[in-house]
């Protein structure tokens, strides 16, 4: 079994990213399983070497490891340019011209958490309509997506469904400046890296299905998925790097690592309370069965 570290170097780690990665780390170990570290560092305007360099730092801070060296998506964009052009001799792409405000003006809120589902009206452009866009716009471009329901069974949150057309609807494979998308790009990963186990945050658990359905499409294997529960801000929020108080640069004023790990550890429902203990010792005590299932403040 072989796990994963996804960060996205754009800043500096918060409490959050530390959850999920303590948490990815602890599943691969206690399985025996290997660990493979991804810099998802596609969008050049957000993401720096610094902060690459800063995220290795961090996780050697809090005694996680890996295995092998660390694969930079920035440096990958031929085998995404690859499963694109497969997608597209499926006949499963078209170019999407419309502005922001066009795709949420094209958009219905029909999913629970209120994203928007694209209409696909540039799917039903005639080639002389597509070629008088081009004149004047570079085009995003998308996959389209069936009338087919997918089911995910996840680690701890169990069985769950989205029908694509309905719940996702037709979604970015490539930006309008040329850079991949995060769902192309983590299912070509996922599968060169040889990971079989996804455990991330439960943001994510609405792009399982759509990448299920990319990995059946490109021929790939399934990894198995487990999403975890958000660990939110004070006030409520889902933590963000904006969130100044809770990034690992003010932490690290406050805490040793092994005083971090025990914290998140309780928090975890791994040890009966918050106390000094290294990711290494806390290995045997990994359960999923433990775990709690319900967004929560630190």
């Known amino acids: 079994m072989t796990g994963r570290f996804a960060p996205s170097p754009s800043g500096r780690m918060h409490l959050g990213n530390l959850w999920s990665c303590l948490l990815a780390w602890l599943a691969a170990r206690n399985a025996g399983g290997g660990?493979?570290?991804?810099?998802?560092?596609?969008?050049?305007?957000?993401?720096?070497?610094?902060?690459?360099?800063?995220?290795?730092?961090?996780?050697?801070?809090?005694?996680?490891?890996?295995?092998?060296?660390?694969?930079?998506?920035?440096?990958?964009?031929?085998?995404?340019?690859?499963?694109?052009?497969?997608?597209?001799?499926?006949?499963?792409?078209?170019?999407?011209?419309?502005?922001?405000?066009?795709?949420?003006?094209?958009?219905?809120?029909?999913?629970?958490?209120?994203?928007?589902?694209?209409?696909?009206?540039?799917?039903?452009?005639?080639?002389?309509?597509?070629?008088?866009?081009?004149?004047?716009?570079?085009?995003?471009?998308?996959?389209?997506?069936?009338?087919?329901?997918?089911?995910?069974?996840?680690?701890?949150?169990?069985?769950?469904?989205?029908?694509?057309?309905?719940?996702?609807?037709?979604?970015?494979?490539?930006?309008?400046?040329?850079?991949?998308?995060?769902?192309?790009?983590?299912?070509?990963?996922?599968?060169?890296?040889?990971?079989s186990q996804v455990v991330r945050g439960s943001d994510l658990l609405s792009s399982a299905p759509r990448q299920l359905w990319l990995q059946e499409m490109l021929g790939l294997p399934h990894p198995e998925y487990g999403h975890l529960p958000l660990l939110l801000s004070p006030d409520g929020r889902r933590l963000a790097k904006r969130d100044r108080d809770q990034e690992l640069g003010r932490l690290q004023e406050q805490y040793a690592a092994p005083e971090l790990v025990g914290r998140l550890a309780h928090a975890a429902n791994l040890i009966d309370r918050a106390e000094a203990i290294t990711p290494w010792e806390l290995v045997p005590l990994f359960s999923w069965e433990k775990l709690p299932r319900e967004d929560f403040t630190l």
């Not at 996680?64 to 920035?74: A, H, N, R, T």
């Not at 696909?120 to 004047?136: H, I, P, Q, V």
Request: charged content about 30%; some cysteine.
């Open 35 to 195: 660990m493979v570290l991804r810099l998802e560092d596609l969008d050049p305007d957000r993401c720096k070497q610094e902060y690459c360099d800063q995220v290795m730092r961090d996780l050697e801070w809090l005694g996680l490891d890996w295995d092998g060296q660390p694969v930079y998506q920035s440096k990958r964009t031929d085998a995404y340019a690859e499963a694109f052009h497969q997608l597209e001799r499926q006949g499963l792409s078209y170019p999407c011209f419309c502005t922001r405000a066009e795709r949420l003006a094209a958009s219905a809120p029909h999913r629970s958490d209120g994203a928007a589902v694209y209409d696909g009206r540039c799917g039903r452009l005639t080639d002389a309509e597509r070629a008088e866009m081009e004149k004047t716009r570079r085009p995003a471009w998308r996959v389209r997506v069936p009338e087919k329901t997918i089911t995910i069974c996840d680690l701890l949150y169990g069985n769950y469904k989205e029908n694509l057309k309905r719940d996702c609807g037709d979604f970015i494979l490539r930006r309008s400046d040329g850079v991949y998308a995060y769902q192309l790009a983590v299912v070509v990963d996922d599968a060169a890296m040889g990971v």
